[in-house]
């Protein structure tokens, strides 16, 4: 999957605005807690189009910034993210899954759909 130019600079914008403009004009800490974030993990999956590694990272860093006796970013917003991203994690696994399974199958039947259509197309011609 090759990537276009005006998506990586939407990223790079993307990243920018969460590492530089939200903090700086950030007049509510728990509103620029769920932005920083959210603009990061679409900066990062537009510039790579890697969702599974997105994802991951995302379940991960937001599993450890969880706090239950925290505001309500980090006691209810984080947890929310890293079990979401999570469970898309997973459902990405499973479809790569299914799909490596199915490419499996074809190519281990691909050579007998060529004989029994050989057979067909020659018992076609002796008739």
Known sequence: MTLSPHRRITGVICLCAGLLVIPAYARFPQLSGVLIPLSLIAGAWLITGAGMAVAITTALLAGLASDRSGTWVSAGF????AISAGVLAVFLLARRFRQRIQA???ARWAPRRGIDRRR???????E
């Open 104 to 106: 499996t199958r074809d």
């Open 78 to 81: 984080y947890p929310a993210l």
């Open 120 to 126: 067909i197309d020659s018992q076609g011609e002796d």
